[in-house]
């Protein structure tokens, strides 16, 4: 750690990728270019030895043992608990609860709080960037319940329309559900002022933080909102693991998603009542390892800095703009505006379908990624099918965006 935070002020990534066990290894004998970070991240040497070393010298169940190793797993995974609350300036660490995912995370909240709270005609206010995972469990809610699901669009530019917020914002919006940033056009929501104009009419927010927590700071606090979600994943900790940050007085107000063992007080057959915060959550053995791991994650991640890993990555993200606009046979979706923006750039090759542009740059081991992105609605309103998409991580450097930028001259000359 002390070593860690000695570096921070900039970020060296070639330093930091020896820290990531995964850049030794090559792809089709040439070095490791990973610029599919929006679809997940690599992890660093010290999340791996904390899952290694959980399982070597703790591995046990949680709240069920007065044993050493049962204590042990318990303090280690309730820890877990307060360093993400930390991360996010949460109050409270109760306040976070560990699901598998973002996607179980919103499913928990639709279930347990909107199934419960919602009635025929009250709305949710969604915005056209969502990915799928907050738009299917809405959808789920209006054929269940008859709500209204609201979606504020984006301009030309990719930046939210905001000047339709007011009249999308009613008496009837009990929930505003916002993507912190886009996982196709790497768009940074206002959601602190959209959080303001909700508020005014009494809704709750809920934002979409899988894109934006790893890569820029985030105090809950500050934004106002009444619940987040993530992914584990794609912030340097193990896939299995994200959570929900909720108000405590809202989580203790809503209703179990998952009934079972743990998550119960008392159980007899005519009544049971349920735990406390956050087990009341967190049905049946969790995933303690990955609970873990999430938590050292994020010491990495305080280790660096928020801001550096910002910093790091506009400055890679100008770069690559200005490489790539270079040549009027790529497009660019979005970044036309002066809104902020994490490192992720959709395009397309012309005359290239992006399955193809993928395909040979992994040739040259570039990991990119090619498809919808889980956000079907935003590339129809963009009038895009697929597009190719490179994302960026602490651990990347300009280098690597020449040699993917050669590469596309490539593509272009042999498909094109
Ligand atoms: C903005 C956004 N929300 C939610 C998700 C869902 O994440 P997961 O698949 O880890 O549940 C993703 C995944 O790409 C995403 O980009």
């Known amino acids: 750690m002390e070593k860690l935070i000695q570096r921070a002020g900039s970020i060296d990534p070639n330093l930091l990728k020896k820290d990531f066990p995964v850049f030794e290894r090559k792809v089709h004998g040439k070095p490791l270019i990973y610029l599919d970070n929006a679809a997940t991240t690599q992890k660093p040497q010290s999340v791996i030895d904390c899952i290694d070393n959980y399982y070597r010298n703790h591995n046990s169940n949680i709240h069920r043992g007065v044993h050493t190793l049962s204590y042990e797993s318990t303090v280690m995974y309730e820890d877990a608990h307060k360093k993400v609350a930390d ?27 909107g199934l419960h709270r919602l009635e025929e005609g009250d709305e949710v206010l969604i915005t056209i960037m969502e990915h799928h995972s907050n738009i299917v469990p809405w959808q789920m809610l209006r054929d269940l319940k008859g709500i209204k699901i609201n979606v504020l669009g984006v301009d030309d530019r990719g930046d939210l329309k905001l000047d339709e ?94 009934y079972g063992g743990d998550m119960i007080e008392k159980v007899t057959f005519e009544k049971s ?82 399955h193809d542009v993928a395909g040979m740059l992994d040739e040259e081991g570039i990991a990119v990624r090619s498809g919808h992105h889980c956000a079907q609605p935003l590339m129809s309103e963009l009038s895009m099918d697929y597009t190719a998409r490179i994302s960026f991580y602490l651990y990347n450097n300009k280098e690597e965006i020449d040699l993917c930028v050669e590469t596309l001259k490539k593509v272009k000359k042999i498909f094109g």
Request: hydrophobic content about 40%.
């Open 273 to 354: 009542t349920w735990n406390e915060l956050p087990w009341k959550f967190e049905a049946g053995t969790p995933n303690i390892a990955g609970g873990i791991g999430l938590g050292a994650a994020v010491d990495y991640l305080d280790g660096i800095g928020l801001q550096n890993i910002l910093d790091h990555e506009e400055d890679l993200l100008s770069y690559a703009l200005e490489k790539m606009s270079a040549y009027d046979w790529i497009k660019i979706y979005g970044h036309k505006s002066t809104t902020e923006s994490v490192g992720v750039i959709s395009f397309n090759v012309e005359g290239v379908h992006p």
């Open 87 to 113: 991360f996010i300036g949460a109050d409270k660490w109760n306040e976070i609860i560990f699901t598998r995912n973002a996607t179980e995370s919103l499913n928990l909240l639709a279930y347990g709080w």
């Open 165 to 258: 917020l007011p009249d999308l914002l009613t008496e009837r919006t009990k929930l505003v559900s916002i993507i912190h940033a886009s996982n196709v056009l790497g768009t940074v929501n206002p959601v602190k002022e959209i959080t303001r104009q909700a508020k005014e009419v009494g809704a709750l927010v809920l934002i979409d933080a899988a894109q934006s927590i790893p890569h820029l700071p985030i105090d809950v606090s500050e934004i106002g909102c009444d619940f987040l979600v993530a992914s584990g994943h794609k912030m340097l900790g193990p896939t299995g693991i994200g959570f929900i940050y909720g108000r405590e007085s809202l989580l203790e107000d809503m209703e179990p998603f998952m």
